[in-house]
């Protein structure tokens, strides 16, 4: 499950030169988790929508997108080129006020979970100058009267309008038309005009009162330009002020919840408005009710009916032999996968004839969310037990028909006779290896306390003494039977644990029915790699007298087992050993 993710959210307007449009918006955002590390090089799914009106308004133009992260964990996008059956072009943008909504999906799909809808405080020139270019059956007669001499006039601080008097004196903030004043001499003759115009003073007393200098924090408020000054080169700063400004927007996108918006052609930074937009909470969840309940094992899970408006990080089951379990307080906790609302999850490591309490969670940017509370009863029919391994580890044990299997995976680092085996980590150490070895899955012995287990390689399954006196690797005809006895069908199902909290996707329709729980451990290959980790689940089998060796395989995506022989003696897989 991805985890949460903080949006950090321009919009850029693509403007060429010339008084036509491009019809396009340019759009970026950064990607954050919850401890505001970036989000890199990773696909999301995101649908922009143009509103009318307002922010409920009328759906003008939709498009979606799947655009990937980069290394900086900036997505950047043109809108107008995504997917879409509207026409950008179409929209009349004199027609507004506008709003931009943005959804994503942060697992690239279509599960729209973060959204957004701010306005679109002004829209650029070159947007209008597309409706300038199609009039049509204008005089231009006056235009064609332009002299060069006039535009020289024009580029001067003094302009000459065929003599009019249109100078201005200013006197204490009142604007007085001078029209006894015809011309430049004549202005300079009005009295009580500053001399020293090269810095502020109030030498003719024309200063009544002087605002403190604004600090850019002031400045780049909501219907604030700035006083008509430019950023030149955010991005890359050549101007000393540009370097300020910078490292000052560096610091608000690092706080969640601010957002850039273009206002009089310019950035605007308005802290806080996503958070008006977007209030967050805690998700709100349902626990499953228990099902598939063995004497060790159960069934549950959970339905998020609401995601309190932010991305799920974390999802699963806690339960305890105690009232109200949390993720701090439990006896056993799992962690989903899914991509969904609603999951499946196993309940593992139980024992007879006991009462659990088990709550569904879910975690998002807000916090922890518990499901409502549900209890049940184990029952107490024999099938379950323990045996113990000469190096003194336990193992539940679960009886399924005539026959009685170990209810998790070998991980014995000695035969029975005492002899310790090597574990072999380096991939071409256990390539050349000619004797009975080890390892942890995936060299991980964090998964030991998941019920993986380890893997051995041929030689040590040959040496007929991994499992406990009394016990064995199972025969085909072991493995053929057990499947007849859950039905062959639907044998991978009935025996894999349930949910995705260690399978991949989809293992849809497992119901784990007889505690068997086999996990998806993988293999390790004659070249000493580890594969399929997550997806397959392999377990030896061997015939009593040594020959054809092989492994049963358990995979997320088909209801049924298979086998298929080995002949490599380097070839690792795990061991679920049977009774005799």
Known sequence: MKKVYIFFIAVLFSIIIFAQSPQKLSYQAVIRLANNELVTNTIVGMQ????????DGK???????????????????????????????????????YFIKTEIDPLGKTNYSINSVNQLLSVPFALHADVASS???????????????DTIRWNKNNCDLSGLATKIALQDSISILRSEIPDKNEFAKTTDIPKNLSELNNDAGYISTQTDNQTLSVILNKNNDGGGKQIKNIANPTDSQDAVTKAYVQIKASKWGDTLFLGNDQWLIIPGISVANREFSIATIETKPISYITEITAVSGGNITDNGKSVIITMGLVWSDTENPTIENNIGKSIDKTENTSYVSSINGLKANTTYYVRAYAINNKGIAYGNQVSFLTPNDGTSGSITDIYGNVYQTIKIGNQIWMAENLKTTS??????????????????QTSSAYSSINNDLELLKKGYGYMYNLYAVETGKLCPSGWHIPTEADWTALFLEVGKLESANMLKQAGNSEWNFPNSDVTNKYGFT??????????????????GGFFWSIELDNTNPAYFNFTCDYPQASSMSVPFKNYGSTVRCIKD
């Open 135 to 149: 009039v049509s059956d204008v005089n231009l007669q006056i235009a064609k009267s332009i002299t060069q001499e």
């Open 59 to 97: 759906v003008v133009y939709i498009e979606t997108q799947n655009p990937k992260t980069n290394i900086n964990g900036l997505v950047s996008i043109e809108i107008g080129n995504g997917i879409t059956s509207d026409n950008f072009s179409n929209i009349d943008w004199a027609m507004g006020p």
């Open 415 to 432: 035969l029975n006779d005492n002899t310790v085996l090597p574990n072999i980590e380096d991939n071409t150490v256990w390539k050349n």
């Open 518 to 535: 086999a996990l998806p451990t993988g293999g390790r290959g004659t070249d000493g790699t580890f594969f399929a980790f997550g997806g």
């Open 48 to 55: 922009i929508s143009i509103l009318q009106t307002s922010i």
